[in-house]
């Protein structure tokens, strides 16, 4: 059974920084692409940050320079570091694993981040 759990979400003032973690199962983590989508009330879910089984990274404008994605093959788990957080940066995000030769993707449940004074 292919899992894939976030967690270090929360509540964080404006300025201050996360981590959310996703720790897949059930799939051979290193040949996937791996992500962070989020989605905010009234909108439509984004993709923030990708990082491929080769080690490319690519952020959404909004959060170059801030949020940083990284992998751990040998613990199955993809990271977000978020910094400088906005209140705009407030969704919930969710995991996402692709791998182009199986033809498969999967998703987390997701976490909420809200940045709020």
């Known amino acids: 059974q292919v899992q894939l759990v976030e967690s270090g979400g929360g509540l964080v003032q404006p300025g201050g920084s996360l981590r959310l973690s996703c720790a897949a199962s059930g799939i051979i983590f290193s040949i996937f692409d791996m992500g962070w989508y989020r989605q905010a009330p009234g909108k439509q879910r984004e993709l923030v940050a990708v990082?491929?089984?080769?080690?490319?990274?690519n952020y959404v404008d909004s959060v170059k320079g801030r949020f940083t994605i990284s992998r751990d093959n040998a613990k199955t788990t993809v990271y977000l570091q978020m910094t400088s957080l906005k209140p705009e940066d407030t969704a919930v995000y969710y995991c996402?694993?692709?791998?182009?030769?199986?033809?498969?993707?999967?998703w987390g449940q997701g976490t909420q981040v809200t940045v709020s004074s």
């Open positions: 990082i491929t089984n080769g080690g490319t990274i």
């Open positions: 996402h694993g692709r791998s182009g030769i199986l033809s498969r993707d999967y």
